[in-house]
C-alpha cells in the first residue's frame, strides 16, 4: 500500500518534469520545468488524496475480506 502511495505521487511529477525538461529544450525557455514540477505536485497529491479516500471506503465495509482478515490476525 505505501509504495502505491509513493507511486502515485511520483510518476506524475517525474512525467510533468520530463514534459517540461522537453519544452524548455525545445523552446529555449526556463520556466516550464517549474510550473509542470508543481502540476505533477498538485496531481500526484489529488492521486493519493483518491487512493487514501477509496482505502477508507473499502476500511468501512463489513464484508472487506482484506479487513476481515487482518482484524481476524
Do not use: H
Not at 525545445?26 to 497529491?45: C, Y
Request: hydrophobic content about 50%; proline content about 3%.
Amino acid at each position: 500500500m505505501v509504495s502505491q502511495f509513493g507511486i502515485s505521487m511520483v510518476v506524475p511529477i517525474a512525467m510533468c518534469c520530463a514534459v517540461g525538461y522537453f519544452l524548455d529544450r525545445s523552446l529555449g525557455t526556463e520556466f516550464f520545468f517549474i510550473i509542470l514540477f508543481f502540476v505533477g505536485a498538485a496531481a500526484g497529491a489529488w492521486n493519493v488524496y483518491r487512493l487514501v479516500r477509496t482505502v477508507a471506503r473499502l476500511d468501512e465495509r463489513k464484508d472487506n475480506p482484506y479487513v476481515s482478515r487482518i482484524r481476524k490476525e
